[in-house]
Structure formats: C-alpha cells, structure tokens
C-alpha cells in the first residue's frame, strides 16, 4: 500500500459527526491538515494519543509526542509508521429535531384521567470530550453520521420527557392544559434530565426546547365533554344546597317568630319525605307566621309552583299524625285547591 503524504478530511457537509481516514500507513513527514471545526485523533491499539486542532501540521516525533512513546518513532526522511487518524466534527449542531412517534400514556392526577401525550422540539448539541466520544459510540465503525445519534438520544429525550410530565401529574401540579402554558419550565426539566447520559457520551448539550405539548383531538374532545358534565353537576349541587339552605333559615324564622311550635311540623315534613319548597307554605301557615323575610318569600315563590298533589298529601300526613286539627286541615285543603 502506497504511503500517504497528506492526511485531511474533505467535510462536504455537516452530516458526519465521526470519519476515520482510510488509510494507517502513514510516514513522518507526511502533511496534516485540520480544517475549521475538526479535530485529528491518533490512536493506536484502541488508545487515544496526540489530538490535532484547526492548522496544518508535518508530522514529525516532535509533535506526535504521545505515539513516539508507543513506537518509537524513526527520525528523518519518510520512515512509514501505522497509526489511526480520526477526524471528529465539532461544529455547532443546532437544528436537530426531536418528537414522540407515539403517544406516550399518563395518568393526569389533576384531571383524574388517563391522556395520550404527543410532543416535539428542538435541540442542539456539540462533541465536546473527543477521546469519550470514540470510546463510546465509535467502536469499529469507520464514520458515524448525526442522524444515527440523534435517534439514540432522541429515546433518552423522551424518557426524560416522560418523567417530567409523570412527577407533574403525580404531585398535582399542573393539568395537560397547564403544561402547555410553561413549556419553558418543561424544557428546563427535561434537558437537566438528559445532560448527564449526553456528556456520558462526550457532547455536551448547547440549546434544547419542548416547543409543543398535546393530546389528540378526538381525547380532547372527550375530555372537554367530561368537563362540562362535571361542571355543570358541580354547579348543580351549589345550587341545591343553597337553595336548601334558604328554606331552611325559613323554617327557623317562622319558629322563632311564630307563638306556635313548629318543631314537630318540620319533622314531619321531614319524615315524609316531601321537599322543604312544598312543605314551606303549609307550616307558615300554621305557625301564625304574618310577614315574610326576602328569603321566606323567595321559598314561598317556589313553593307555588310546587305540585299541589304533594302538598295535599303532606297536609293528610299532618292530620294523621294529630299535629293539626280537623278544621286547619280543611280550611288549608280549601286553599291549596283554590290555588288550582
């Protein structure tokens, strides 16, 4: 094999992260040259010796310190040797992109529903510890490209990705929908998380973003509709227990004010089962009662469009149980039916 008098890497583009020259017959004397953004390493037997930056260099003992050791380097003319020449890219790489292929599922605590999360961004990273680098990832390979990295890496961001979100849910810090309101806090998580087994492999992390976080429309949808029912049941019962509530402080009034005692009426509306709305004008009526508080009369509007079939069977309950006579139970069947 013919002895190589100039050792380079033609770059043509950024697609390369690692290329190891062809050949490793080299010979002292012979020229080195380094473009910007590379590095040279000389290895021998898997060890990694002299490192090269940017410059052009002839190859001599003197500046190949590290290898003259291992082989004793010949002096003068163009002795060959055997050594290996990697060229490693360490230009900024900003515009990688990342994303879920498939939803990832999570349970959100906040929500009490399990979601489908989708999610992508952008990252950037720099080779940064030469001799990791080709320890870890190059192995016997003769170059490695971007895209076969970034694929690796890009599952230890979604991991990372995932347990972010999961801690979120998990401590009820935020829902689905509020997540996506601070991607920035989500982004800083998340590259804390995947920094450590980035350097493990000699890059170092230079920018990384979650530019979007989501779920599919037709869950959304879904999750929407759930919203609302529970909203509106939500609201719902507010409004029944302040309404109970009114007619409650009712029947108190009309106790108090009243010469006659009610307690024994309201326990009979009560034990009958009929609501407090239906039973409100009958007890005022007996109890005396002649004016009416804002919430009394806001009970008595409600309570006359109440059915008159309950009210009647109510006002029967009464006069079997003996709490009112013959005559209060017709003359207030009379008014019941003339309200008819």
């Known amino acids: 094999m013919a002895l190589i008098d100039v050792v380079k890497w033609d770059m043509n583009n950024d697609a390369t992260l690692v290329w190891k020259f062809p050949s490793d017959k080299i010979h ?3 020229q080195l040259i380094v473009s910007e953004g590379q590095e040279a390493i000389f290895l021998r037997g898997g060890v990694v010796l002299d490192r090269f930056g940017p410059g ?7 500046n190949l310190p590290l290898l003259d050791k291992v082989v004793n380097l010949p002096f003068g003319g163009n002795t060959p040797f055997s050594a290996e020449v990697w060229f490693v ?15 990832i599922s999570l349970f959100d605590s906040t929500i009490g529903m399990p979601v489908n999360i989708r999610s992508y961004g952008r990252w950037g990273f720099q080779a940064e510890n030469v001799a990791t ?12 490209h971007y895209e076969r990295l970034t694929e690796f890496l890009t599952g230890k961001i979604l991991q990372s990705l995932t347990e972010t979100i999961s801690d979120i849910f998990k401590n009820g810090q935020k829902s689905i929908f509020q997540i996506s309101e601070d991607l920035q806090a989500v982004s800083f998580d998340v590259r804390q998380r995947i920094e450590p087994a980035v350097e493990e492999l000699g890059l170092q992390v230079l920018t990384f973003e979650v530019v979007n976080i989501n779920i599919p429309e037709e869950e959304l949808k879904t999750i929407r ?15 029944s227990l302040s309404s109970s509530y009114t007619q409650i402080k009712a029947f108190e009034s009309a106790t108090n004010q009243s010469g006659t005692d009610t307690s024994n009426l ?3 509306v009560v034990g009958a089962g009929v609501g407090l709305s239906v039973a409100a004008p009958i007890v ?54 003339g309200s008819i």
């Open 133 to 144: 680098l080709l320890k870890k990832i190059v192995g016997n390979q003769s170059l490695i």
């Open 284 to 337: 005022r009526e007996f109890s005396g009662e002649n004016q009416q508080t804002a919430q009394e009369q806001a009970s008595q509007n409600s309570a006359e469009t109440a059915d008159p079939v309950a009210r009647l069977k109510l006002l029967k309950n009464l006069l079997d149980e003996g709490l009112i006579s013959e005559d209060e139970y017709q003359n207030t069947k009379n008014k019941i039916l």
């Open 89 to 103: 890219n360490k230009l900024q790489k900003l515009d990688l992109r990342w994303g879920t292929k498939s939803p």
């Open 225 to 239: 509709a759930v919203y609302q029912k529970t909203f509106e049941a939500r609201e719902l019962s507010k409004a």
């Open 56 to 62: 052009t260099f002839t190859l001599t003992s003197k």
């Open 266 to 268: 309201i326990g009979a």
């Open 28 to 30: 002292t004397g012979s």
